[in-house]
């Protein structure tokens, strides 16, 4: 007689009970792991551009989750937010601009490639005359007229200074400079000019000005770049990738 028991049926709701647990299993460690890969890659990613751009950064990133870039080093698109950027001599520039095909090597201890940017940077009338501390006294500047005007030498003289693209460079052309209805001296004139000159033409990863213009708060300036470099981790390096 074959007395060997049937054997025992897993209920519907045994099986499901069970998939429930296994779907919640694998959404805690996905959620895990991408809260995991956002932290390392966002803290690498805002090191490496925060050396490039001199100043504290918000780093935003694309759709594609950051497990994933944190496996294959590939970004779609990185957005940067800085609200004192310094390029060259300046101070007080607000800058918020866009990487696209952001690639890291070696999880970005070997640097990295950018595919192409672009950036739109505001330069205030008051970071200007911040910049030009001890020569400048006031900064005005006018959409209407295209002009920024400079108060130098306690307010008794005026220098106004019209910047403009040429050939991806921005150039700050005089347009007057009085002191009482008199010339203004040529190296006081020329020392400004190339501080503004300098604070105009200094921009990381290559990018280069294709539009500059003036509003009624100071300077805005639209940015464009190409394939470009980012800086590898030497030795002590603060890039924590």
Same mark, same amino acid.
């Given at each position: ?92 520039? %607000? ?6 095909? %952001? ?139």
């Amino acid at each position: 007689m074959n007395t060997a028991q049937p054997p025992a049926r897993v209920s519907r709701r045994t099986l499901t009970i069970a998939l429930a647990v296994v779907v919640a299993l694998l959404a805690a460690l996905l959620i895990g792991g991408e809260a995991y890969a956002r932290h390392r890659v966002a803290n690498c990613v805002s090191t490496q551009f925060e050396q490039e751009m001199g100043s504290k950064i918000d780093v935003g990133f694309g759709l594609k989750p950051l497990l994933i870039t944190y496996l294959d080093g590939k970004v779609g698109r990185v957005t940067v937010d800085s609200d004192d950027t310094k390029f060259g001599p300046a101070v007080g520039m %607000v800058v918020h601009a866009r990487f696209d095909d %952001v690639e890291m090597i070696d999880g970005g201890k070997g640097g990295g490639t950018i595919g192409s940017s672009s950036a739109d940077v505001d330069w205030s009338n008051e970071g200007i005359r911040e910049t030009l501390a001890g020569l400048v006294t006031s900064v005005s500047s006018s959409k209407a007229s295209g002009l920024l005007t400079l108060k130098v030498l306690g307010g008794l003289a005026e220098l106004e200074v019209k910047p403009v693209v040429t050939n991806g460079v921005v150039e700050v052309e005089t347009q007057s400079a009085a002191l009482l209805g008199l010339g203004l001296p040529t190296d006081l004139v020329q020392g400004i000019v190339d501080v503004i000159s300098k604070s105009l033409q200094s921009y990381p990863f290559d990018m280069k000005p294709t539009e500059i213009s003036m509003t009624d708060d100071g300077i805005a300036v639209r940015l464009a770049g190409g394939r470009s470099e980012l800086p590898a981790s030497q030795g002590n390096s603060q890039i924590n990738c």
